[in-house]
């Protein structure tokens, strides 16, 4: 049957690749970012597969969360699943030498946007006893690296949050899954390193990383589980990648 599914982020990567798989479904699609041209390019495309409602919001201003909200048009009807996937990661400097406002950046849009957007759908959600919050974290939520620092820490956060929120929603039909990307080639490292695209391409040089639309396909099918199924939580990475033992300073 199809949803309405608010997808947070969907300007690019995981989000817009999201979009479009859902749109496949026949789903009302609600789509938010800061770059508003994307988002109406984007529903211009998938306008013929679904209903499309595309607003500008800054996630990590709780106001404009507020705002958007209230201006939701009520005929979307109550949002059935919401996929808190807007983030980003600032820098890969070490703790002593990183920008302390890249740090607010990351923990206002990763963590407080977040937990703002999940606050304002599950009231309804929790009335209508039906949902599903498909939170976005990272392996580098679950595995150090140098440099990983505050995102690290943000992606922490939302599968502790993901967690505890199944918790309180025991009893309700509301499920809540927290899915951990490795590495993906999307804009992430370019906005990590701020537009420097040759340091972004080194990331990704001689290596096969996951792309938006693997990460999509598992989204849905998270998604798409019968409705007593719950994944409480997924860490995915390209075959190319895994954890280096620990190290250690024998000076
Ligand atoms: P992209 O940079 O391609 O996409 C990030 C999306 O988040 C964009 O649509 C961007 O929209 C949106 N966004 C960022 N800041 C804000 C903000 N303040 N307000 C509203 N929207 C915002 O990266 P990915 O698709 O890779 O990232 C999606 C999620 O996946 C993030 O949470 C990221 O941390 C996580 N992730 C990524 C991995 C990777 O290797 N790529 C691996 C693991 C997790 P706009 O700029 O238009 O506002
Ligand atoms: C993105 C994956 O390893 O670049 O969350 O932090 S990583």
């Known amino acids: 049957m199809p949803k309405t599914i608010l997808i947070t982020g969907a300007s690019s990567g995981f989000g817009e690749a999201c979009a479009k798989i859902f ?122 690296y140098p440099g990983g620092n505050v995102y690290g820490a943000t992606k922490a956060f939302v599968q502790q949050f993901s967690r505890n929120l199944r918790a309180d929603l025991l009893g309700k039909n509301i499920r809540v899954t927290n899915i951990d990307p490795g590495m993906a080639e999307t804009e992430f490292s370019n906005i990590r390193f701020k537009g420097n695209n040759e340091k972004a391409e080194q990331v990704y040089h001689n290596a096969k990383p996951l792309t938006a639309q693997d990460i999509a396909e598992t989204v849905q099918w998270v998604c798409n589980r019968p409705a007593h199924v719950n994944i409480n939580s997924l860490e995915i990475m390209p075959v190319c990648q895994a954890w280096g033992g620990w190290e250690i300073d024998r000076n």
Not at 44 to 59: F, M, S
Not at 64 to 86: H, M, V, W, Y
Request: with cysteine.
């Open 23 to 144: 749109a496949k479904q026949g789903n009302t699609l609600i789509l938010v970012a800061r770059r508003k041209q994307l988002l109406d390019e984007l529903a211009d495309n998938l306008g013929k597969q679904c209903d499309v409602y595309t607003a500008q919001v800054d996630v990590s201003q709780p106001a404009s969360i507020a705002t958007f909200f209230e201006q939701l048009p009520s005929k979307l009807g109550p949002i059935d699943t919401l996929i808190n996937n807007a983030g980003l990661a600032l820098g890969l400097e070490s703790a002593d030498k990183a920008d302390i406002n890249d740090w607010e950046t990351m923990i206002n849009t990763n963590c407080l946007g977040l937990v703002h957007f999940t606050r304002q759908v599950l009231p309804s959600m929790v009335a209508n006893n039906l949902g599903h919050i498909v939170n976005i974290g990272s392996t580098a939520g679950k595995w150090p």
